[in-house]
Each structure stands twice: as structure tokens, then as C-alpha cells.
């Protein structure tokens, strides 16, 4: 008999089919999804293991707690898995994943500690890519000048950060949002509730200018960030 493809063998579980629905909202840390999917840390534990051996499931230790480690889904890497079991059954059902239908108006706060690089990319990008129909912004909780890699990084992308400043998450906590989306751990401790209970997302996310390489973490992070970003898309196209 045919062995069944990677993403069904990974995926089929009812269990880790809750994992990857929650972590599909948002990055996660075991307790959270222990009490989630209301079952035991150890369960979860083990299911979490086949999913990042199927590389659907990604880990990084929490900047905040290195105790903590914080789980992610990796999208791209489900669609292409998924792209494949259809076509393993038939030619006609491999999965072509479609562009973002335009996203409906909304607004996003982005946060992280200084403000200097991973939001102020966040923000300039997803303006970009949703031709403004997206209210973006981002602040921190400890504002510093924006870093010069981050700049440079975006220049390449064709996106203008020479003028942005630095603006520090108080500018912003009697605003009302649609969606406030933190990628750093440290700012997720301690993020404030805004008014109108925004839809709250953690994307777990390095410091690139902690990072020994220099420019490339830059470029990686907002590789990442426009990865993240095509998959958040789809999700204000529906909402």
C-alpha cells in the first residue's frame, strides 16, 4: 500500500490538527496551548515533536525567558506539503494557493521593544502591501532611533524609513485597533489591553541588531516579516 503523504501522516491526528489550528493564529508557548486544547502538557508535548520533525511546526527560545520556548507555524512550508498530498492523489487537486482578495479596512499596531527595526519594518511593509487600505503603525516600549540596517533593509525592498521616528506604545494606548500584533517577546509582557479588545497576535521574532551578522539579520527579518504578512493578508480579506 501507498504510504500516506508527509502533511496527512503529520497532520491527520485530531490533536495536532488543534495544534496547527491555533498556532495558525498565532505564535503560542506550550502552556498556552496546553490550555487551549485542554489536555495534558506532556500530550501536547509529544504531539508538538511530530509536528517539527514534519517541519510544520517551527521553535525558538523565548528573548524574554529563555526558559520559554515559543512555537510557530510554518505556513509556507503547510502549503507546499498540502500543494503535494493533493497531487499525490491526483493531478487536478494540487493545491495552487491564490493571491490575498483586497483586505478589508482595518487597522494594525505593530510592537516590539525599541521600535527601531522588526515594527517600524512591520509597518512600512504592510502599508506597502495592502496599498494603504491597512492602517498601519508600530511603537515600542523602550523607543530608540531607528537602526540604520533596518533602513537600508527596506531601501532594498523599495520602501522609505529615513523619516520615521521612534514612538513609544503610550502615543498609542486610547487608540482602538483591529488587530495588535506584538514580534517581540519582551514587548509581550508588557503589552497593555487598548480599548474595543483588538485581536491580539504574537509573532516571535529575534532582535536583528542582537544578531552577530549585521545586515543579513536585517534582511532575514523582514524576509520573515513579508512571509508572515502574505499569510496575515488572507486573514483580513475574510474577517
Known amino acids: 500500500m501507498e504510504e500516506l503523504p ?14 496547527l489550528g491555533e498556532l495558525s493564529r498565532s505564535d503560542r508557548q506550550v502552556h498556552e496551548l496546553t490550555a487551549l486544547v485542554g489536555e495534558q502538557q506532556s500530550l501536547v508535548s509529544y504531539h508538538l515533536g511530530h509536528l517539527r520533525r514534519a517541519e510544520l511546526v517551527r521553535s525558538r527560545r523565548s528573548a524574554a525567558d529563555a526558559r520559554d520556548i515559543y512555537y510557530r507555524l510554518d505556513l509556507t512550508h503547510c502549503g507546499e506539503q498540502l500543494a503535494a498530498a493533493g497531487g499525490a492523489l491526483h493531478p487536478a487537486l494540487r493545491y495552487v494557493a491564490p493571491e490575498p482578495a483586497a483586505p478589508e479596512p482595518t487597522s494594525v499596531l505593530f510592537l516590539c521593544t525599541g521600535n527601531s527595526s522588526r515594527s ?76 474595543g479588545h483588538p ?10 541588531s542582537a544578531e552577530p551578522d549585521g ?25
Open 215 to 239: 545586515r543579513p539579520a536585517f534582511d532575514r527579518a523582514a524576509d520573515e516579516i513579508a512571509e508572515r504578512l502574505d499569510h496575515f493578508l488572507h486573514t483580513c480579506a475574510t474577517t
Open 6 to 19: 508527509p502533511f496527512l501522516q503529520a497532520a491527520a491526528h485530531p490533536l495536532r490538527w488543534r495544534l
Open 120 to 195: 517600524q519594518m512591520a509597518e512600512a511593509l504592510l502599508r506597502a502591501r495592502s496599498n494603504g487600505t491597512i492602517a498601519a503603525h508600530s511603537a515600542g516600549s523602550r523607543p530608540k532611533p531607528i537602526h540604520p540596517d533596518a533602513i537600508a533593509a527596506m531601501a532594498a525592498r523599495g520602501l522609505d524609513l529615513s523619516a520615521a521616528r521612534p514612538k513609544h506604545l503610550d502615543e498609542f494606548a486610547d487608540r482602538r485597533f483591529g488587530h495588535v500584533i506584538t514580534l517581540c517577546d519582551k514587548v509581550r509582557e508588557v503589552c497593555p489591553e487598548f480599548p
Open 199 to 208: 485581536d491580539t497576535i504574537h509573532w516571535s521574532m529575534p532582535d536583528p
